[in-house]
Structure formats: structure tokens, C-alpha cells
């Protein structure tokens, strides 16, 4: 089993619905984890309540620091996929094991105005976001990561975050 970790400044919205995503499609197969540079503590009540309607499981959902993934007894992990642009250009920890990097980025369905409004129209956004990370990880489930070298599978990965770069609604 492979362990996937998404990565997200805030650790409050993309990456956490990513994690639940692949846990569920992916599971088996992957054990999918989530992190940020600078997590906000909780993840984004929006995205839980959209990963609630959809059946997943959010009872362990929690925000959390990538350097939980540093740490000696972290699991192995073996791919790390940024989901935010802010991330990708962010210093990554060394993670042990020297995992295969990607980035797949979404907007930020969680943008809200001076006001604290949501600009993407609430849900929206989330909704919006779910169904891009949703194809880009079947799309990943679509790959035999075993068969491929780790240079293979960053690229394959890669390509799956670039192809859906240009598309504005999911």
C-alpha cells in the first residue's frame, strides 16, 4: 500500500477533501494523509459538511502540520501532491524516503471577501473543487504505480494535475 500525502498552506479545505477522496476511492490501494505549512487547527466547516453529504467519514478529519510527516515515526510516505499554489512554491520539509512530488492546483473555494463572504458563492467552490480532485484521483487510480519508476509515476502525476489546469467548471 502506497501513502499519499496533500498538501495545503491552511490544511482547512483541498487537501482535506484530497484525503478523504483517495481514502475512499483509493482504498486498499492507497492510505491517503493531509497537511499544511500553516494549518488553521480545523478543517473548513464547508468542506466537511460537503464530504458529509457525500458519504465520507470526516470523524477523524482533523487539520494538522505537514511536520507530523517528518517526524521518526511518520509513516513512509510515498507521494506528496500539493493542491494550492501557495504550497507549491513553499519550501517542502525533507520528507523521509524521498517520495515522489507533484502538483495538482485547485482554487481556493474557502477565498472570502473583507467581509468574511464567501466569494464563490458558499458551497459552490467546494463543490467545484471536489469533483476536480475527484477525477484527478481516479484518473491517478487509473496509473499501476508499482510498475512504474518513481520518475514515471511524479511525471504520470504531473501530467494528471496539468491536464485539467485550464478547465473552469467541474
Known sequence: MKNVLFLCTANSARSILAEAILARLGEGRFCAFSAGSKPRGVPNPLALELLAAKGHDISAMRSKSWNEFTAPAAPTVHAVITVCNNAKGESCPIFPGHPVQAHWGIPDP??????????DGEMSGF????????????NMLQ???????????RDALTRIGKEAEGTTHG
Do not use: C, F, P, Q
Not at 463543490?127 to 481516479?138: C, F, K, P, Q
Open 110 to 119: 474557502a477565498r472570502v471577501d473583507a467581509d468574511g463572504n464567501h466569494i
Open 127 to 138: 463543490e467545484i473543487a471536489y469533483d476536480r480532485l475527484t477525477r484527478r484521483v481516479e
Open 143 to 153: 496509473l499501476d504505480e508499482n510498475a512504474l519508476e518513481s520518475k514515471e509515476w
